[in-house]
């Protein structure tokens, strides 16, 4: 569970995050869509604890979270990035990425752990002595979805997962992160400006903008179009030109 409440953020005298609340269920994928510059990954970052000045409340399985963060937290709370490149160290191999979480918190069995990730975001055994730019964008963010799972966490927090990924695996990979959070009973957050996306995985979601939630909606809503914002309307506008494009 994720309780998140009246949580502003503020960079300087920018105002980025603007009073926003919303609650996600245990095993719930929740989605926050908005325009550029309309603050969903500062939420996301609040949460994850990469982004420390804000105020408001913030609290994973009913435990308040303060600004800086533990091991054990870092251990519960996962988070994939848009760019596999960015976030995937260039000189270490697969094997030395899935390793470091492994040996940061302890685990002994880090061979079979390394094995079991691998299959489980179908990625071949041999990708584990590659390099991240021997891999394809797709497989970069199969490594990058392996690293963030290899410890079991409870909540994923993804950031724009697959718009960096060529439109033909953008599928491969949704459809991917759908069936491990089924798998694993994960808690997950989702960020897009892509309404097609975030409707894709999120029986719920937030429309974000200015720093502000201007709608909530469930997953009738989004069933039946139903949608009384005209800034929703304009998203869902937006995504079905994406789509077609
Ligand atoms: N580290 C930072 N320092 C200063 N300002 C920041 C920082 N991170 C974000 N901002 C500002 O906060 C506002 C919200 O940014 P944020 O990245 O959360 O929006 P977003 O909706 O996720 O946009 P995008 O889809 O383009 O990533 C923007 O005005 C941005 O410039």
């Known amino acids: 569970m994720i309780d998140i409440a009246k949580l502003d953020v503020r960079f300087g005298t920018n105002h980025a995050v603007r009073g926003v609340s919303f609650r996600v269920a245990p095993g719930e994928t929740f989605g926050l869509v908005g325009e550029s510059g309309s603050g969903k990954s500062t939420v996301l970052r609040a949460v994850a604890g990469l982004v420390t000045e804000w105020t408001g409340r913030i ?54 752990r390394i094995l079991r990730a691998l299959e489980e975001v179908a990625l071949p055994r041999a990708a584990r002595f590659r390099y991240p730019h021997q891999l394809s964008g797709g497989q970069r963010q199969r490594v990058a979805i392996a690293r963030a799972l290899i410890a079991d966490p409870r909540v994923l927090l993804l950031d724009e997962p697959t718009s ?67 800034h929703t309307q304009d998203l869902i506008r937006l995504s079905r030109d994406l789509e077609t494009a």
Do not use: W
């Open 59 to 112: 609290a994973v399985d009913g435990k308040p979270l303060g600004r800086q963060r533990d091991r054990a937290f870092f251990r519960l709370v996962q988070m994939v990035f848009q760019d596999p490149y960015g976030s995937l160290h260039p000189r270490q191999t697969v094997d030395r990425i899935l390793s470091e979480p492994l040996a940061v918190h302890g685990f002994a069995d880090a061979d079979a």
């Open 164 to 230: 960096a990924l060529d439109v033909s695996v953008q599928a491969e990979v949704l459809n991917l992160l759908a069936d491990l959070r089924a798998a694993r009973g994960l808690t997950c957050i989702l960020v897009s400006h892509n309404l097609a996306v975030v409707a894709h995985l999120c029986g719920r979601l937030a429309v974000m903008q200015g720093g502000r939630v201007v709608e909530e909606l469930d997953e009738a809503a989004l069933r039946t179009g139903r949608a009384v914002h005209p």
